[in-house]
């Protein structure tokens, strides 16, 4: 298992490990009405092991969601921004996560994809494509049910 680097924040980002409200994405990843789950590191700080979506702190005040929304995707699973066919935007939804005393400030993104192949990177050591509603039979990532359910019936 590949450990968490440490986290050095570049030049006008803002680090939000111990700060008690953290603005994120979580992207669900969609391929022919699949979604992308992945199983995050055992390494990780905040919820190892559990699964997800493709996430990331709003830490760089300067870039738009769109463009956050890019860099993950291109980050956590190696799709570069000619594979992404569309993103869309869901309603804000605040997580209270008592585990490590934080408020998740969690902006939902559905992100459309043109390829099923994707190569992780070390945030994560697995990944499956499954059916949206099959989601809940997972170990999951606090609050992931609920981004889900902003653009799916499960």
């Known amino acids: ?24 994405i979580n992207c669900i990843v969609v391929h ?3 979604i992308l789950i992945v199983q995050r590191n055992p390494n990780m700080h905040f919820h190892p092991g559990k699964w997800n979506g493709i ?6 005040p300067s870039k738009s969601i769109e463009e956050k929304v890019k860099e ?5 699973i190696g799709l570069k921004e000619h594979a992404i066919a569309s993103i869309k935007e869901g309603i804000i939804i605040r997580e209270e996560d008592h585990e490590y005393g934080k408020t998740w400030i969690v902006h939902p993104i559905l992100a459309e994809v043109k390829t099923d192949q994707v190569k992780l990177d070390w945030e994560a050591e697995r990944y499956q494509w499954i059916e949206p509603n099959a989601v809940t039979s997972f ?5 992931f049910e609920q981004v889900v359910k902003t653009f799916f019936t499960i």
């Not at 996430?55 to 760089?60: R, V, W």
């Not at 170990?139 to 609050?143: E, M, R, S, W």
């Open 32 to 34: 022919e009405g699949k």
């Open 55 to 60: 996430s990331g702190f709003l830490d760089e």
């Open 72 to 76: 993950e995707l291109e980050e956590e």
């Open 1 to 24: 298992m590949t450990p968490q680097p440490k986290f050095i924040p570049k030049p006008g980002q803002i680090d939000f490990t111990h700060v008690k409200e953290a603005p994120v």
């Open 139 to 143: 170990d999951l990532l606090p609050g």
